[in-house]
């Protein structure tokens, strides 16, 4: 079946604008993550979703990021007044209920200028 | 705080030189160790869970083992196409399946 899916592939957006990413997990799955990978560092989990509830947004930097996720399926993460901190390749993930392996989608790379 | 380190941060084998690659953790109640492996502009792709110590699982050229500290990926008589970064994450005491990453390790294997 099908993957973890985002889109847009790439974002290129002018420092102090807003983008949305979006995220389509593998049919099925509850558990949905959110993570950020910066140049030369590794992944760094940004929120996690079961259904619709996000129980954990611990990794949120700054109240500028922000995500949601209807009807147990999409999600979009949203970064209001974009930095050039901000960029970086931002990749979802889904399991099934948070058990077990996760699945990673291609990812958006997000280039603040 | 939970943690994960690997080791080397880079390694370069020639085709067919078998080596190990290292992540030690420090996660409390650990629910499993992961390994991924990461091509150049591509997300992880899942390669192996291990959930106690002493459990090993194979694929093709790849053996990845598991201790109460540590967890090991050998690659066995490696390709060209093994060329990539190997990411270990665990899942430990956010009872969330959150993983924390290490910071991975790129092999290049050159014919």
């Known amino acids: 079946g099908a993957g973890v899916s985002q889109s847009p592939s790439n974002k290129v957006t002018e420092k102090g604008k807003d983008v949305e990413l979006r995220c389509d997990p593998i049919?099925?799955?509850?558990?949905l993550y959110w993570y950020r990978q910066s140049l030369g560092q590794g992944l760094e989990f940004l929120i996690y979703?079961?259904?619709?509830?996000?129980?954990?947004k611990s990794g949120l930097p700054s109240d500028r990021f922000s995500a949601e996720r209807t009807g147990g399926s999409v999600s979009t993460l949203t970064i209001q007044r974009t930095q050039q901190e901000d960029s970086a390749v931002y990749l979802c993930a889904s399991s099934p209920q948070g058990l077990g392996e996760a699945f990673f989608g291609q990812g958006t790379r997000l280039t603040v200028v | 705080e939970d943690q994960v380190t690997q080791s080397p941060e880079a390694l370069r084998l020639q085709e067919g030189e078998s080596s190990s690659l290292n992540c030690s953790y420090t996660v409390s109640g650990l629910r499993g160790l992961f390994w991924y492996r990461q091509d150049p502009g591509k997300g992880p792709e899942f390669l192996f869970t291990?959930?106690?110590a002493g459990e090993e699982k194979e694929k093709e050229r790849l053996k990845a083992t598991l201790t109460k500290k540590e967890s090991f990926l050998h690659i066995t008589a490696p390709k060209p196409e093994d060329s990539a970064t190997y990411l270990c994450?665990?899942?430990?005491?956010?009872?969330?399946?959150?993983?924390?990453f290490g910071q991975g390790t790129t092999l290049q294997v050159k014919p």
């Open positions: 291990l959930y106690s």
């Open positions: 049919s099925g799955h509850t558990a």
């Open positions: 979703f079961q259904g619709n509830s996000a129980p954990d």
């Open positions: 994450a665990a899942d430990g005491s956010s009872n969330t399946g959150k993983l924390i």
